[in-house]
């Protein structure tokens, strides 16, 4: 995977993977509820710019996820953003902290667009995205 470095910040890397055409977001350390806010609002700026319909949303690097800020990620933002034009969203979830997991399985399921497919390795979640048209 190649790709443009967007943006750049503690706890984001934001990046356009150009021959796949789709974002791609690396979370690490101990995002804050505002820390997710402030990428998300420059995540749906590069939707916009970049005018793709793809994110790979890799959290696996995330020490310990913010419930809040996953709990307004999938239930404020991706319905925000869908009008925006995203269709697909594979998630990575963290290796680091299974409560995460069990905020996202549960909220994820009740969003009928974008599509959200969760994933436990980067590869897995690349090859899915790769096949969505």
């Not at 943006?7 to 690396?26: C, G, N």
């Not at 594979?90 to 994933?119: K, M, N």
Request: with cysteine; aromatic share 12%.
């Amino acid at each position: 995977m190649v790709t443009r470095l967007l943006y750049e910040s503690p706890v984001l890397a934001l990046s356009h993977d150009e021959a796949s055409d789709w974002l791609y977001l690396e979370w690490y350390g101990t995002p804050t509820l505002k820390q997710v806010q402030e990428g998300c609002a420059l995540i749906g700026q590069a939707l916009h710019e970049e005018s793709t319909q793809k994110v790979l949303c890799d959290i696996s690097q995330v020490l310990q996820p913010n419930q809040e800020a996953v709990r307004w990620a999938l239930t404020e933002w991706l319905p925000a953003v869908r009008n925006m034009g995203l269709r697909y969203v594979a998630w990575v979830y963290s290796q680091h902290y299974i409560i995460g997991r069990e905020t996202f399985d549960r909220l994820h399921v009740l969003l009928t667009s974008p599509v959200v497919a969760a994933f436990d390795d980067l590869a897995s979640a690349y090859d899915w995205l790769q096949q969505q048209a």
